[in-house]
């Protein structure tokens, strides 16, 4: 889905060897991503690859840091797949706030190292514009038993 | 309280066989909800009904999911509640952002269904303007025993 | 750091004792606040003094409600900080929300009386203006061990 609209985002993505996987829209009373003004809010996003987690379990337990870093990149990827649902990568001017929810068991206090899987992919894509205020707590239990779960605010072009 | 403000929404609601509480308001140095340009940020609402909360446990233990599901619903509604002591619930434009906290006990991942209680009322309370952006997590504990806590923000007509 | 571009609420903070702390910069993708428009959203922030947490531990096991509330305060604090690293404090018009995370051991539910030492704060210190939504929710686990963690979204003067 890396098509010409998002010509500096996709290109920032294929050198990372990403690209944005389609949108799963929730059959349910929500959506992926809703845009007031110009502020994108996105849901909370799992580490979903086609459709399924790509992984279960618990940091401090089942999951590695390194992993869950890694599954924090997925869902910072899968944010971006929500806000292009609504406007062009390349509108966005700012990341404003990041939120990553950490399943940690019990004496795992190390949720700013996994959630630099999300930071860093805003950092690398969109350079100043991705560096954003963030929020990373450990949480008991997750969606589907999901390791780490993130949501964002951008800002976009009016 | 539903008054002649709130026309479109108290029909809805009345439909629905409810109507807004009164809202507590916190002997706190917080308020129910706040305004700023045209976004409202509710507090946190529990399933209060007349003061006290409907049910304390947690999901997957003391509370199941249908139960879960319906306090969830009265979150949703106690933020509307909040909500209107700003504004008409009429000039509610959109539904930006609802993030639900569920109380869960080991191995409970099914805390979307749950909070479905809070976004199904704004779908059928706001249709296409009550479809929001979500996260719903599994917290380790919530304030006096909730099992469900709803946080809301939403678009107001300027 | 109370210095001559925050008058009014470097006094308050003086009658309080208190004053604005240094910020460390995140050595991260990430920046202790952004701001977009007339509002600031803040970094999740830890009980941190000179660079160390003022304490480790769980409410309901190692920290007691009243050490919870100093150290709500100290995040409120730090909150104030991350928000002046962007605008004199004195620009600030409303606290619109604030978010407490607690280090909840299983049973403890006194959330609201801990998130209190960062709402008090606000109230003081910004009188009317210091009156914000809020949520305050039990987690698992916050990073480093800490005992609380606060993120705050203010609007200041355009």
């Known amino acids: 889905m890396t098509d010409a609209k998002n010509v500096v985002t996709g290109e920032r993505l294929a050198a990372l060897g990403l690209e944005l ?4 829209v929730p059959v ?3 959506v ?3 845009r007031i ?4 809010f996105t849901s909370g996003q799992l580490p979903m690859v086609n459709g399924a987690l790509s992984a279960t379990g618990k940091l401090g337990a089942e999951i590695s840091i ?4 890694e599954l924090a990149q997925i869902c910072g990827l899968n944010a971006l797949a929500a806000i292009a649902t609504l406007v062009d990568l390349d509108e966005v001017v700012q990341v404003v706030k ?3 929810f950490v399943a940690s068991a ?4 190390t949720q700013a190292q996994v959630a630099n899987g999300a930071s860093e992919l805003f950092g690398t894509i969109f350079g100043d514009a991705g560096k954003h205020a963030r929020s990373s707590v450990g949480v008991a239990e997750l969606p589907l038993g999901a390791p780490v779960e993130v949501e964002v605010v951008v800002a976009v072009r009016r």
Do not use: D, M, R, S
């Open 21 to 24: 996987p389609e949108v799963a």
């Open 28 to 30: 349910a009373a929500y």
């Open 32 to 34: 992926p991503a809703v």
């Open 37 to 40: 003004g110009n502020l994108i």
């Open 66 to 69: 390194e992993q869950g870093k």
């Open 98 to 100: 990041v939120l990553a």
């Open 106 to 109: 019990p004496g795992f206090t």
